[in-house]
């Protein structure tokens, strides 16, 4: 790319500056620390899905050798949840077990093994409630509530909004396409457990070192569970062995580890067993959707109705937000004047859901990818150019007001096609073999925070002393995506260092600036914005304490590897360093800071503030399949992707997310699933987790994994750092469409849900043979009460972003009348 | 609250083990994996645990040269082996060309399964130095990695292949 030659560091494939930690084992992970005089705590968690707790004993638990403590609901009066409207779980249940795997004690021992044996003599006496399974049932049985809030019965969320008249579009109309899909939920299974260790400080303060995404919102729920000041409490977030979202939510185990570190004055250390993890979940939501779609003769978009069950599990977490996302981002890609759409998010007696990779936004694109692809079919157009004749403009908006900024769709299009051989390839290979194309597009940071407020998103410090020093404070964490590399990297651009000079200080809540967390896609947007302001008003002093020196203009100054010196005027030179020490001279002990507040949302009406970003990226991809029709094998030999990502900080990367976004992708494509079975009713008729293990909860491995061919397309956004969006979700999104989409085109059956197993594809080969229609997939649609939609105009038909309350005629009518006068 | 109680003796275990290549003799309950009593035990935090059943290769370490699940191993088995974990992989200041490779080919994201992914592809290339891609495919089956989708692993482990051999013809 010619852009990376403009500068030093950014655009360069480098080593991250975390690597040489990485690769020698010296990287300490929550699980490495130790302290001394540390106790170890195990959870006491539930056998039933959905029951009262009627008593619970600990005496034999406490007098067992070694125990220090035991904890249960009682110790904890308050409850939590990451949303302010979701505040529904306790540390440990006090009354009530809403899944298997609900933690109602805790045990805090000398050592684990300790722990471990009086958890055994803990005895809880439970009373059995009826177990809702699945949304279907949650909705049809209103009187077994798992929780006494939402909008009634199991109902959690229920979200519905309008952008134009949907229906009289989908009239007008010349074809309508009405499907419904099934995306099976599935879970992050980061490497590393969570684990978590607090540490008292007296005076009731405390710091907990955790495997946390979001130590700053972490922060905020430990304060409200225990009662103590935010500013006594200190959170570190460890460098997390992955994350995809399974570290977001504040966990239970986190706050028992602090209340009894507080209780104990002494250190106490968790760490969770991988069939924990699979209970503490929080990932993907498994979403029935339906779509009903028009389309004109020429395969262009009239109107969308969306409608979205998703089975939430016992607990609300992210949920609120997962709701909106399978909404509020299906617009983005192509022209859609007129959308529709109604979400709904019920309780399971399962383990939470929340936000995986992509949060909401891969199961409705899945969707809508492989509709595409019955419409691009049947009206008889190439699935590729049906799409390119209608891939969204740049510096839009769209119907459901949603600015769209940079957008290299179209660029991302033709180079999957150009680069996979797709004209070649599409129904022309020989069967058995097939190519599918889809896109995506997602958002580069949420542009509210989960808790309103007014304040910047992310905040960075920056020092530099008459060593040369420069070190960087910022609130973000490293979950493995890289960005201490990019906060790093643009302060070493900035200043015309090597990101070597860099020493990143990041995740700490008692020492470095307010940073919302990894999550969203928005660190290198959010603290790269506020890199820059902080590292561009470090550079000023620089430059005109430099300026003075050597007797130049500042305008003439560059800071350039390591060297600060006047522009064509080679004597006129000086190290980094002495640089320095003269604005230390000149200024006194330095410091900047910089802060990034995302732009306003453009709608104004309620809930106008989800899915609006200070920009989008955009991606394309071909994955190619090769289907056994004797056993349903769905191999995949090659995948082809383009990410739109509008500068790419460290190409190397930037690659690695593209190719792990594509990996997790084939995975949810084509095995994985979080499911669950009923024990015989001998055995207790409980809801438990099928496959709580790495060996039976199937992901891809070394051997399944395809070439992937990345494409990076670079169009600077103009509202992000050098103009880099985000790479760290996106590319996983059009991955799960463009293998069903490439099953079809392989053996001409329709699979309309994920995974893909080979079950599935017999089971629809059988269904060709027999002459019906070569589908598997849910059959129907619940019957869900959905709110009255929030009706906005478009932008395109006059409105302002606001809400209208009468009826649409008359609005329309309104905008007409204000036109002619 | 129960701090008159009996304390804990469950060191009860005793072997003698050569550790990167030095001689460590180490006490520790007889029930604990190899696994645990390097972490807890000796302090080499650097081999890691994704489900201490034998089912990630996160805490694959190299005994008398054979990659082997530490979390499937009872220490007590393990008495004078020989044992390499990812803290002996460089020589003094010097990554090991594994690593060196790692860094430059993307091969570590979050770097969880980085240990044990590296010692598993030393003993391998130790015992074939010239592996094909599928072979390190194969090689590494064990060795799950959540973050980067394996293609970059293999690119490392390629180059490292070459590097090594590189170095050999030259000594
Ligand atoms: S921890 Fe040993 S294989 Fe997972
Ligand atoms: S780099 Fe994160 S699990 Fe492999």
Redesign the pocket.
Known sequence: MSSAKKFDVIGHARRRVDGRAKVTGQLRYADDLTLPRMLHAKLLRSPHPHALIEAIDIARARSHPGVQLVLTGRDFPVPFGIMPVSQDEYPLAPEHVRYVGDPVAAVIAQDEQAASEALKLIEVTYRALPTIATPEEALAHPETRIHDYGESGNIHRNQAFEFGDVEEALAQSDHVFEDVFFFEGSTHMP?EQHAALAASEGDGRFTLWSSTQNPHYLQRQLARVLQLPAAHIRVIACDN??GFGGKCDPANHEMVVSKAALMLGRPVKICLTREEVFYLHRGRHPVLMKFRTGVTRDGKLTGMHLQTLLDGGGYGSHGPASTFYTGVLTPLTYELPRFKFEACRVFTNKPACGPKRGHGTPQPRFGQEVQLDKIAERLKLDPADLRLNMVTKANSLTASWLKIGSNGLAECIRQVVEGSGWRQKHGKLPEGRGVGIACSSYMCGAGVSIYWNKMPHSGVALTLDRSGQVTVFCGATEV?QGSDDVLAAIVAETLGISTKEVRCVTGDTGITPVDLGSYSSRVTIMMGNAALQAAGRARDMLVTAAAEQLEVLPASIVLSRGRVFAAGDAAKSMSFAEAVVYAETKFGTLGTVGSYTPPKPPGKFKAAGVGPSPAYSFSACVVEVEVDEHTGWINVPKVWIAHDIGRALNPLLARGQVIGGVYMGLGEALMEEQVFRRLPPKLSDALVHKIPSLLEYKSITSLDMPEVEVILVEDPDPNCPFGAKEVGQGPLLPVMPAVANAIFDAVGVRIDEVPITPEKVLRALQLKREGKNPRVGPERFPDVHYAEPVFVLPPGEGGDGNETKDHYKQAVNKVAERAVS | MNTMAKPIDRRKAHIRLRVNGEEVEVSFAPYKTLLEVLREDLDLTGTKHGCELGECGACAVLVDGQPLLSCLKLALECDGCSIETIEGLAEGPELHPLQAAFSDHGG???????PGVLMTAKGLLDAEPNPSRERIKEALAGNL????GYQQIVDSVEDAARVINEQRAKA
């Open positions: 490497m062995g992955g493995g | 570590s994201q979050c770097g969880y399964c980085t990695c959540r973050c980067t």
